[in-house]
Structure formats: C-alpha cells, structure tokens
C-alpha cells in the first residue's frame, strides 16, 4: 500500500496542479483544452497502474478469465517483435528471431502476448542504442520455452531476487519511466497458465528471461 500510494501521488499531484493553476489563470479556451489533455494523460496512467493491479491479483487468485486454445509460440514472438519494431529502430537495436513454428501451448493468446510484448520491452528499454535483442521459441518434448535475450545493462544478484515484486524498480530502471509492475504481471499471468519464468543475468552483459509453458504435442 505504501508503494502504491508513492506511485499513485505523483500523477494525481499533476493532474490537480495542472486544473488548479488553469482555473486561477485568466480565461482562454485553448489553455482549457491543453489543460484537460494533460489531465487525461495522468488519468490514464493512474488507471493503467490500477488496471494492472488488478489483473495481477486476479491472475495470482486463479480469477483472471482465461481463452483457452491451441496457441503457437512463434506466432506470438512474432506478434510482440512487430509490435516494438519501430521501437527498436528509433533506438538502432536489432532483432534477431530463432523460433520453431511448431511449438505450440494451451492458454489465452491474448495474455501470451502481453507475456512476450511485456518482455521485448523490458529488454528494448535497458539495452543501449546499436545492441541487439533475440527471441527464442523452442521445445525439449515436454515444455515449451519462449526467450528474451539481451545485451544491456543486466541485473545484480540482489536484484535479481526482487524484480519479481509489484512496484519494484532496481537501480537501473530509476531512470526510466515505468510501473513496475511489468514483471509481476508477466509471472502471474505464466504462473496462471500453469508455467514458471526465470531470469539469467549478469551486470555488463545482459539478460535472458525464459517463460515455461507445458508443451502440447502436434496432432
């Protein structure tokens, strides 16, 4: 509750500033309209926060409403690399993409994608301009295992323990503009679908985040 009243201050200090200095200005229309669009911008970060509370709770409750079907992992990656390609390219990072069609899972395409889409910009936002970013979709009979490797800036082992935790953001990630809940959503929608996600990193070299999901044989 602490964290999120800390988050949750800021955004709601602006958008109260920003509408109490508009109505003790003289009156214009168009400083009204500039007002109230940044008034919007700060209501949607507040619900977005919020709307991913939400989904974690209920993902870590068992509530989160799930569409089953058959589900290829390369489809995803694909969807999510599309997705922050132009992301990428603003920041000369490069994609790079090793995946088997062929490996599919049972869950909601949706959230699989928020999975992947949630990763890939993880890792586009702590890699330096000209780095590079890999997905890897492959399978070892059993599971099947979607990964976003990195060469940016890693994680320290402390780190490491706690980027799990909603609204925890390490010493890199100050600097960037975030949530913090990134992460937790992406573990409790996996966890919710049955799988595990792990993180492998080293401070100076990168990181690999690997999502497991159980496998489902091709017909």
């Not at 509530?63 to 969807?79: I, W």
């Not at 890897?136 to 060469?151: E, F, H, I, K, P």
Request: aromatic letters at 4%; proline letters at 5%.
């Amino acid at each position: 509750l602490d964290n999120v009243a800390h988050d949750l201050r800021t955004p709601l200090t602006r958008l109260r500033g920003t509408a109490e200095l508009t109505l003790a200005s003289p009156p214009d229309v168009e400083r009204y309209r500039e007002a109230l669009a940044d008034c919007v911008e700060e209501s949607d970060r507040v619900l977005v926060m919020l709307n991913t509370l939400m989904d974690i709770s209920e993902a870590e409750s068992g509530a989160m409403p799930l569409q089953h079907e058959r589900v290829m992992l390369a489809d995803v990656a694909a969807r999510a690399l599309d997705l922050y390609r132009d992301v990428a390219d603003a920041k000369d990072i490069t994609f790079e993409s090793k995946t088997d069609p062929n490996i599919a899972v049972s869950g909601d395409r949706v959230r699989l994608e928020q999975v992947a889409a949630n990763l890939i910009d993880n890792a586009i936002k702590y890699t330096p301009e000209g780095g590079g970013v890999k997905v890897v979709v492959t399978g070892d009979g059993t599971r099947a295992q979607l990964s976003v490797q990195d060469n940016g800036v890693g994680i320290s082992p402390e780190e490491q323990l706690r980027i799990w935790d909603r609204l925890f953001r390490g010493d890199q990630s100050r600097a960037e503009r975030g949530l913090g809940l990134g992460l937790s959503l992406v573990k409790a929608i996996v966890s919710a679908h049955g799988g595990s996600v792990s993180v492998d990193s080293q401070q100076g070299k990168g990181s690999t985040f690997t999502v497991s999901l159980p496998l489902i044989p091709n017909p």
